[in-house]
């Protein structure tokens, strides 16, 4: 059975940094679209960054040049390292595997096999 372990939400103030991590079991991570999903108070969740198993990445718009998903193969771990948050950044992060080989974008929440139980990101100004 897959699982997804997130770890590394924190609260910290803007203009501060965070790396996430989410560790992936009983799968080999990096045969599928890997992803990560936000969910800020209030909304609904949405897309913030996906990978290929080739490596090639895409982002949300509002996260480009601030958020970098990477993925570690040899230890099935997933990132996301976060720079320059700001208060909107808030939000329940979830890692997820998608059931497509190559993510499209966004990656939808239809197209998701397996989610995390999340992790929170506080940024406060």
């Known amino acids: 059975q897959v699982q997804l372990l997130e770890s590394g939400g924190d609260s910290v103030q803007a203009g501060g940094s965070l790396r996430l991590s989410c560790v992936v079991s009983?799968?080999?991570?990096?045969?599928?679209?890997m992803a990560w999903f936000r969910r800020a108070p209030g909304k609904q969740r949405e897309a913030v960054a996906g990978?290929?198993?080739?490596?090639?990445?895409r982002y949300a718009d509002w996260v480009k040049g601030r958020f970098t998903i990477s993925q570690d193969s040899a230890n099935n771990t997933l990132y996301l390292q976060m720079t320059s948050l700001k208060v909107e950044d808030t939000a329940m992060y979830y890692c997820?595997?998608?059931?497509?080989?190559?993510?499209?974008?966004?990656?939808?929440?239809?197209?998701?096999?397996?989610w995390g139980q999340g992790t929170q990101v506080a940024v406060s100004s």
């Open positions: 009983g799968y080999t991570n990096g045969r599928y679209c």
């Open positions: 997820a595997i998608s059931t497509f080989l190559r993510c499209g974008w966004p990656v939808l929440e239809r197209d998701v096999a397996t």
């Open positions: 990978i290929d198993p080739d490596r090639r990445s």
